[in-house]
């Protein structure tokens, strides 16, 4: 399969098996002990600087080959966030880009991953995309308080033409990948069990970032040295990594509101 292919033309590519099903079971696990050790983790920032579970799954050989395709050789881990729907429950995703608030130079150098741990499907809410929408580039969001939108700011694109939107389901275990202006957005979860992915965006080292944002490289060399370097979780957390994380993930929350160069 030629991911980059697709990623450049329709802007996402998916799905793109990446571990076996057992191997997502095993990390739902050790997501669901983190969980019973520090409290839901649905959005937390940058997980990967606190739990070595997602640190593996954001750094597999398998993610990142496919990842060199659409970026290069060279790729940061930006952030990385458990995105959960408890089953039965109303929470969703409004019509959205991702870059509308990230303050990136360079739109191009950037992809964001979607790694299912659960079955992402339409029942369970999993994305819906809107193929090539990314060549448009940015569209005009407005934001609004609703608690059953996931996203921070409940920002949405309220003229959206959803012909020929598709949902992506994913099986436990694939992952999808999507260019940061491909329109999509995702449904409640009406099945019986919890949907959880983890989301991971990466960026190419050249891609300076508006605001004091930090990264660790995974693949290549950084030439550029514009970020600040975080450090991904290889051991259980200790009290340090701990308040390390709550301070990035608290100060991520916070840039949210930087506006793009
Ligand atoms: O998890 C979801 O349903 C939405 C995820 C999303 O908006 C994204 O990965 O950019």
């Not at 019973?36 to 080959?65: M, Q, S, W």
């Not at 009290?239 to 840039?255: C, F, H, K, V």
Request: glycine share 8%; hydrophobic share 40%.
């Amino acid at each position: 399969m030629d991911f980059a292919a697709d990623f450049r033309r329709d802007g996402v590519a998916s799905p793109v098996a990446v571990i076996e099903a057992v191997t997502a079971a095993q990390h739902r696990a050790a997501l669901e002990a983190a969980e019973v050790e520090f409290g839901a983790l649905h959005y937390r920032n940058k997980i990967h600087t606190l739990l070595p579970t997602a640190f593996e799954l954001a750094t597999l050989p398998a993610v990142l080959d496919v990842v060199e395709q659409m970026i290069g050789p060279d790729v940061l881990l930006y952030n990385s966030t458990y995105i959960i729907k408890e089953p039965g429950t109303d929470a969703y995703v409004s019509w959205h880009q991702d870059l509308t608030y990230w303050g990136l130079a360079d739109d191009d150098a950037q992809v964001s991953m979607w790694l299912a741990l659960t079955a992402a499907t339409p029942e369970s809410g999993c994305m819906q995309m809107l193929p090539g929408s990314h060549l448009d580039g940015r569209q005009d969001h407005e934001t609004n308080s609703d608690d059953a939108n996931v996203l921070l700011k409940g920002q949405r694109i309220n003229e959206v033409d959803a012909t020929g939107a598709r949902h992506y389901p994913l099986k436990p275990g694939e992952a999808s990948f999507h260019h940061g202006w491909t329109v999509h957005q995702s449904g409640p979860n009406t099945s019986t069990d919890r949907r959880i992915g983890l989301n991971v965006q990466y960026l190419a080292p050249h891609n300076h970032h508006a605001g004091q944002a930090t990264a660790v490289l995974v693949r290549g060399e950084d030439r550029h040295g514009h970020y600040g370097v975080d450090m991904g979780a290889t051991t259980d957390p200790t009290a340090e990594t701990i308040d390390r994380w709550r301070e990035l993930d608290r100060a991520m929350t916070q840039g949210f509101q930087v506006e793009p160069t």
